[in-house]
């Protein structure tokens, strides 16, 4: 399996919490956040043309996932040079599934026939919050009811396979929002779900408000309560609960990031994108200008490329295994890295285990329900 990446660098307006390297294409007031020039767009298209150039000739992928930023922000005619783009790149005979990440607020009707005609089968639909009070927090630029309709024209433009992104942990909000939540996000029947706690990253506009004392973070007990409830109301949904953000109806599991959680190769293009390609992991540049610039002059687009030894290989294998609810199997783990896990790191296991937080089941090393939602602590102890 081996999938491609794909990262468009442009929304609408910068989200408050967001750290993914993205222009706003907004005109207006400066907000602190990098704004995109007019011809950026223009620019990053043919310089990720370029890029793809470089894609190895035996590369066949299995999944597409075209992330950023927010694809659907590009224009209806940029979006199409995109799409042909992509399917001069590579061979795509073997996709099997293909994911377009969007924003409510900049889905057309036209995009979402050209991305259904051009062979996407997947959308990520950013909804984060049914409630206005949220989303304003958030820094959204769509309302709910933007959700709703958007979700209802993806259905009648073709979309069966449609994944809605929520956030959890927000300060102010109630559990009995959250609740609200997961009620409509059922009522509308995505066949996936994406539950994120909200995250204080470095140099955001909200961790600012943080440190200034503006806002104040939600107590670790409530967001707790708030994960339950969502794992709660999901699975009685019918909804499994298989990584630690992710849910979906059976048979619907993201095949594309199972790559991420799996080991497995996948190469990215566009600035910021990342690739794990024959033992290699790499990084481009987040930077569109450095970017266009290095493509321009056959300079390298790298900010890093490093190959792990296996040791260090190994632990991260441990850790990508552990998001997956079914953990990870000792003979197979055994077997993929050459590695037992107890010989890794057993102090850290052992001690763990002691505090509840993982557990062995039928042969494999499982997060229990309190491990998931301290998993990020846990990780950087394994690694
Ligand atoms: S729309 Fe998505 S990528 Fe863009 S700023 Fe908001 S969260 Fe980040």
Known sequence: MSGLYI?????VRKCLYCDFYSLETMKGPISGRLKAEPEDQNQFLDSLESEFGSAPPEFRP?????????PTELSLSDLRKLMSMIHRMADLSGVTEWTCESN???????????????????ISLGVQSFNQRNLDFLGRIHSPGDVESGFRMLRETGFENINLDIIYGIPGSTASEVEDDIEKIVELGPEHVSCYCLMFE????????????????MADDDELEQYRMIRKLLNKSGYTHYEISNFSVPGMECRHNHLYWGDGEYLGFGPSAHSHWQGIRRGNVRSLKKYINALQSGDSILEFSERLDPEAKARETLVMWLRRLDGVPRNKFAEHTGYDYRDL???????????GVLEDRDGRLVLTEEGLFVSDAIFSELL
């Not at 990262?7 to 929304?11: E, L, S």
């Not at 299995?62 to 927010?70: A, K, L, N, W």
């Not at 955001?204 to 004392?213: D, I, V």
């Open 104 to 122: 409510p607020g900049t889905i057309t009707r036209e995009k979402a026939e050209l991305l259904r005609e051009s062979g996407v089968n997947r």
């Open 7 to 11: 990262h468009i660098p442009f929304c």
């Open 62 to 70: 299995d999944t597409v996932f075209m992330g950023g930023g927010t």
């Open 202 to 217: 470095q140099g955001t506009p909200l961790t600012r408000m943080l440190n200034e004392g503006h806002i104040r973070r």
């Open 345 to 355: 790191c057993s102090d850290q296991i052992d001690y763990f285990k002691e505090n």
